[in-house]
T-cell receptor, first 115, second 113 residues
């Protein structure tokens, strides 16, 4: 285990549903990330939170809404998704600062299927 | 345009041989290059980091080289084992941001017993 957990591991939802993905890190890190991984494509960075403040929003559609209530938790709220949003959604965390190792630790991902 | 390229075809080798995976990039000036391993249904796991001023890095059976002139990194696994079968991702950490990693699409390695 990497110290980063994600729930649920699998999610099937209709285009009109609202759901949320949850990520929790137990590593004392202060930056958290959401990535999207589609088949045969590179990981796409979606959002970055550093010290609980959003520092990156990579032109992600508004149907994806992140929330970072504290440095250990990250959510991705989903609503009115499209079938092309089906993918593996990965959360990662990292320690930034003077003692940073520059290494991101990934969770196992949530496999999302939009019908 | 900026690109990171990894061989999209799977690399199929015999157990005991050395596997060599390639990562090429264009129009980036990375400060670091990292290699990750990803197994099916799981998140990537960090393996090695090499800095722009380093030519080579080793860790057990793994070796990474970084040529900023050629804009290329090679990732070697010596004495490969079936347990090494996975997808290997390279990622660049850019000089213009201390937070952002840019990933390649990965190369799948299959090690036959």
């Amino acid at each position: 285990e990497t110290g980063v957990t994600q729930t649920p591991r699998h999610l099937v939802m209709g285009m009109t549903n609202k759901k949320s993905l949850k990520c929790e890190q137990h590593l004392g890190h202060n930056a958290m990330y959401w990535y999207k991984q589609s088949a045969k494509k590179p990981l796409e960075l979606m959002f970055v939170y550093s010290l609980e403040e959003r520092v990156e929003n990579n032109s992600v559609p508004s149907r994806f809404s992140p929330e970072c209530p504290n440095s250990s938790h990250l959510f991705l709220h989903l609503h009115t998704l499209q079938p092309e949003d089906s993918a593996l959604y990965l959360c990662a965390s990292k320690r930034i600062g003077a003692s940073s190792t520059d290494t991101q630790y990934f969770g196992p991902g949530t496999r999302l299927t939009v019908l | 345009s900026q690109k990171i390229e990894q061989n999209s075809e799977a690399l199929n080798i015999q157990e005991g041989k050395t596997a060599t995976l390639t990562c090429n990039y264009t129009n980036y000036s990375p400060a670091y290059l990292q290699w990750y391993r990803q197994d099916p249904g799981r998140g990537p796991v960090f393996l090695l980091l090499i800095r722009e001023n380093e030519k080579e890095k080793r860790k057990e059976r793994l070796k990474v080289t970084f040529d900023t002139t050629l804009k290329q990194s090679l990732f070697h696994i010596t004495a490969s084992q079936p347990a090494d079968s996975a997808t290997y991702l390279c990622a660049l950490l850019l000089m213009d941001s201390s937070y952002k990693l840019i990933f390649g699409s990965g190369t799948r390695l299959l090690v036959r017993p």
